[in-house]
């Protein structure tokens, strides 16, 4: 919640300075604001990154789980085999993807490489590009 000063009574330093603000509530409505594609690649770069924060647990769960015996191999098969398993599988990768390729496009702004805005919304439109390529062909080679 963001407040906006809406009435300020001063006076001067000379004769006792009395400043007073009155603080209101102000809502911030954050589906009508119109971000720049630069902004979303921001954004969703910070989306990804926790979303495979939270899914790597699991990850690791179902690689333990494989490589414990045969069984647990079969068992991890079958998690993975399935459609819900599939289209998690699609999700994680795609998430990895974008987040590795906005990863790439941030650490090379961070050197100046890229930082003039027409530049950076090519790379960011790149990012977007890119990485629903590398999700098309994970989910193509997954379910077709």
């Not at 999700?91 to 961070?110: K, N, P, Q």
């Amino acid at each position: 919640m963001f407040t906006v000063a809406t009435k300020v009574y001063t006076r001067d330093s000379i004769n006792n300075s009395i400043l007073i603000v009155i603080k209101r509530p102000v809502y911030l409505n954050l589906f009508r604001l119109h971000l720049p594609l630069l902004g979303w690649v921001s954004i969703l770069h910070r989306v990804t990154g926790v979303l495979l924060f939270f899914v790597l647990p699991a990850g690791l769960h179902v690689l333990q789980l494989s490589l414990s015996s045969p069984t647990g191999f079969i068992k991890a098969a079958a998690i993975l085999n399935n459609p819900p398993g599939r289209l998690i599988s699609v999700m994680v990768i795609g998430s990895l993807a974008y987040h590795a390729f906005a990863g790439l496009r941030h650490l090379a702004m961070d050197v100046h490489w890229g930082v003039e805005k027409s530049r950076a919304r090519i790379s960011a439109r790149w990012v977007m590009i890119v990485s629903g390529l590398v999700t098309v062909l994970a989910a193509w080679s997954l379910f077709g």
